[in-house]
């Protein structure tokens, strides 16, 4: 049974960093591609990065230069390390796991974590 397990989440002040984690259970990461998405409420859900299988990389702009995307292969868990977090970060973050067209766009994300609550306060 797949299933992923977000963790990692939680309530920081703006600048500070949080890593966020996805346990895989059910499939191996590295063979599918993988991916962190939020949500704030009243909003559509937005990719924020992806990881295919090859290793490459892939950040929204609001992203670029402070998320950080990894995978640990071993133990079969994705990561999230984001620095320099900004209010306009607070959101529900969820991981997906899937073969989608578009990596940054929910729509061919099979499977889905529960979520993980970020807040960054001013």
């Known amino acids: 049974q797949v299933q992923l397990v977000e963790s990692g989440g939680g309530s920081v002040q703006a600048g500070g960093s949080l890593r966020l984690s996805c346990a895989a259970s059910g499939f191996t990461i590295s063979r599918k591609y993988m991916g962190w998405f939020r949500q704030a409420p009243g909003t559509e859900r937005e990719g924020v990065a992806a990881i295919v299988s090859d290793g490459s990389t892939r950040y929204a702009d609001s992203g670029k230069g402070r998320f950080t995307i990894s995978r640990d292969n071993a133990n079969n868990t994705l990561y999230l390390q984001m620095n320099s977090l900004k209010p306009e970060d607070t959101a529900m973050y969820y991981c997906?796991?899937?073969?989608?067209?578009?990596?940054?766009?929910?729509?061919?994300?099979?499977?889905w974590g529960q979520g993980t609550q970020v807040t960054v306060s001013s």
């Open positions: 997906a796991a899937g073969m989608p067209w578009l990596l940054l766009m929910p729509r061919g994300y099979n499977y």
